[in-house]
């Protein structure tokens, strides 16, 4: 089963816009980790939140996590074309890890 | 330089036929996982491994099989069982249970 679920399915954004995608999970988690995938490629990792923490920084890169809710949401600032990919959140505990369907990010030159 | 390997990059095999996908991580990494992405859709779990001679089913393992004789590799072999077995196959590999995963960059199969 796939534990999360990203919103929205496709976005795109002019360059230099921000763009937001949330993730959304149904179990307890230890961490919520994101992903970006480049058209036929493997997953590249981006980020990864632990349960105890709110707000996460990476670059460009802003991951939130909010456990009452169950959801995450992954901010890129100031985008370019090359985050044109699609992103995913995954989650799981123990060994299983499990993702979500995707959030397709087109950056518009 | 440290990775996975996955080969071949584009596999093709007749209805019928069984078919082993390879996967090599030379990143001294305890786990590894097999992941199947259907066209537009996110990855689905088949078969992953915590450790050398041991794995175990995830949400999609029937009409797969899977072996950890080595650390270093985690072959999967796609049977005939496979009701539909066309896909792209993304093989992983981490250190832990709370660490990232790293990706190979995948291996498409067609089965005609």
């Known amino acids: 089963s796939q534990q999360g679920e990203e919103d929205p399915q496709a976005l795109s954004i002019q360059e230099g816009e921000n763009a937001t995608m949330n993730c959304s999970y149904k179990t307890s988690i230890n961490n919520l980790q994101w992903y970006r995938q480049n058209s036929g490629r493997g997953l590249v990792h981006l980020i990864l939140i632990r349960s105890n923490e709110r707000e996460k920084h990476s670059g460009r890169l802003r991951v939130t996590l909010d456990t009452s809710k169950k959801s995450s949401s992954l901010l890129i600032t100031a985008s370019r074309a090359a985050d044109t990919a699609s992103y995913f959140c995954a989650t799981g505990n123990d060994y299983k890890l499990s993702f979500g369907a995707g959030t397709t990010v087109t950056v518009r030159a | 330089d440290g990775g996975i390997t996955q080969s071949p990059k584009y596999l093709f095999r007749k209805e019928g036929q069984n078919v082993t996908l390879s996967c090599e991580q030379n990143?001294?990494?305890?786990?590894m996982y097999w992941y199947r992405q259907d066209p537009g859709q996110g990855l689905r779990l088949i078969y992953y491994s915590q450790i050398v001679n041991d794995f175990q089913k995830g949400d999609i393992a029937e009409g797969y099989s899977v072996s950890r004789e080595k650390k270093e590799s985690f072959p999967l072999t796609v049977t005939s069982a496979q009701k539909n077995p066309t896909a792209f196959y993304l093989c992983a590999s981490r250190t832990g249970k709370n660490s990232p995963l790293h990706f190979g960059n995948g291996t498409r199969l067609t089965v005609t």
């Open positions: 990143l001294n990494h305890d786990a």
